[in-house]
């Protein structure tokens, strides 16, 4: 069983502050799902939670072997081809080649991908399969910790469906827990024991919603008539209700300016 704890992280780009002292527990077992609005700092925490970005302040208790990391972008290496890209961190851990191909294998299958796709390089993937690249990229190290961000977003409902169900399958088989970010409420409401509510400004988790039992057990009825019931909780006001056409716009012109300025 894995978790993970993030206690007090703070971070700012360039003297801005993004997070202020945040903190979110992640028990043995448990998939979070963290949902807030665009630009609240869920995909800066989910790089700190990764590994990749070190906070300016704040502690990371990490308790399982191996995370696998899906990032918002799928950040390919553009000159390698998908088997490259899938298998690129176990060559960085310098594995054999042999064990590399029958784990890349594994982890294509898995994610629907077809043989013939593994040969082409990203620019020639449609963005869906750019996106199963990188989910299979994060299968592939065998992790029991999740840091997936909106990693399905750029699949058809079909195919997000199934991944869903290989998250469900797989945390379900090995008991890993997870830190799942969407803005879909009905994916949250699917996967997650728990849904964590981020900020709008990234000054800490607002608040959890708990949907009715376990992930994997929950009928469509349930998911359904649980995301209904949220849409009057005022934990979710910022994200229901933020119009981002009525946001300031850095460097924005009016159209009629347009000639003018852009
Ligand atoms: N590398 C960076 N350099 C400067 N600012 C950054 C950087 N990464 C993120 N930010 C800023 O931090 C804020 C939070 O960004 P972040 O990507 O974490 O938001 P988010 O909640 O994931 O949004 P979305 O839902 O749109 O993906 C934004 O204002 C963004 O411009
Ligand atoms: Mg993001």
Not at 4 to 31: K, N, Q, W
Not at 44 to 52: E, F, H, S
Not at 209 to 216: C, F, M, R
Request: aromatic content about 6%; some cysteine; charged content about 25%.
């Amino acid at each position: 069983m894995s978790g993970l704890t993030l206690a007090t992280i703070s971070h700012a780009f360039a003297g801005r502050r993004v997070l202020d002292t945040v903190s979110l527990v992640i028990r043995p077992g448990e998939l979070v799902a963290l949902v807030g609005p665009s630009g609240s700092g869920k995909s800066t925490l989910a790089a700190i939670a990764g590994g990749v970005l070190k906070p300016d302040r704040g502690r990371i208790m990490r308790r399982y072997a191996r995370h696998g990391m899906v990032f918002q972008q799928a950040r390919l290496l553009p000159w390698a081809d998908a088997r490259d890209n899938i298998g690129f961190p176990l060559q960085l851990a310098g594995m054999g080649a042999e064990r590399i191909a029958a784990r890349v294998q594994a982890a294509a299958e898995a994610v629907a991908l077809r043989p013939d796709d593994l040969s082409k390089r990203p620019d020639a993937l449609s963005g869906g399969m750019r996106a199963r690249v990188a989910i299979a990229r994060a299968l592939v190290v065998e992790p029991d910790f999740l840091v997936f961000d909106e990693p399905f977003a750029a699949l058809d409902p079909a195919l997000r469906r199934r991944m869903q169900d290989l998250v469900l399958s797989l945390s379900g088989a090995r008991g890993f827990g997870g830190l799942f970010i969407t803005h879909d409420l009905f994916e949250a409401a699917r996967l997650a024991h728990r849904i964590a509510v981020l900020d709008r400004q990234g000054r800490g988790i607002t608040g959890s919603l708990t949907p009715p039992g376990a992930p994997g057990t929950r009928s469509e009825a349930t998911i359904f008539g649980f995301v209904e019931k949220t849409r009057d909780d005022p934990l979710l006001r910022d994200l229901v209700n933020v119009d981002e056409r009525a946001l300031p716009l850095e460097g924005a012109c009016d159209i009629s300016g347009f000639r003018r300025c852009c």
